[in-house]
């Protein structure tokens, strides 16, 4: 029964808790490795995201065909 509602409670908020552990784990890396080094972080972890997109990866695929035939 309490399970229930803490379940039911995540999935309604889910969006809180994932800008909550979003904040923290920005502010941890703020604190710890400072603005330029975080930011190169997050930098990498955006490519990183982006390279993981099957969309981006044949994009990134063709554009790089269409160059070797030049």
Known sequence: ???EKIIENFILNFKKYLYAILGLII???LVEYG???TIFI???AFI???LGD???QEKLKKQ???RLKD
């Open 42 to 44: 997050l930098f990498l």
């Open 64 to 66: 790089i065909l269409n």
């Open 48 to 50: 990183g995201f982006k």
């Open 27 to 29: 502010g941890v890396l």
């Open 54 to 56: 099957r969309g981006f």
């Open 35 to 37: 603005m330029l080094k």
């Open 1 to 3: 029964m309490m399970l």
